[in-house]
């Protein structure tokens, strides 16, 4: 995974647009840590 779980939570904090999704893992923990925050995209 590229990004760890602190940098998709601080994007996701911050309303980032879009994220370049390197592997089904890594997709996996930006949707958990999105629902965790209940953040949805758009």
Same mark, same amino acid.
């Not at 996701?12 to 890594?26: C, D, R, T």
């Given at each position: 995974? /590229? &990004?760890?779980?602190d940098e998709i939570?601080? $994007? *996701? &904090?911050? %309303? #980032? *647009?879009?994220?370049?999704?390197? %592997?089904?893992?890594? *997709?996996? $923990?930006?949707? $958990? #840590? $999105?629902?965790? *925050?209940? &953040?949805?995209? /758009?």
């Amino acid at each position: 995974m /590229g &990004k760890r779980e602190d940098e998709i939570e601080y $994007a *996701l &904090k911050s %309303s #980032i *647009l879009m994220f370049n999704v390197e %592997s089904s893992q890594e *997709l996996r $923990a930006i949707d $958990a #840590i $999105a629902r965790r *925050l209940r &953040k949805r995209p /758009g």
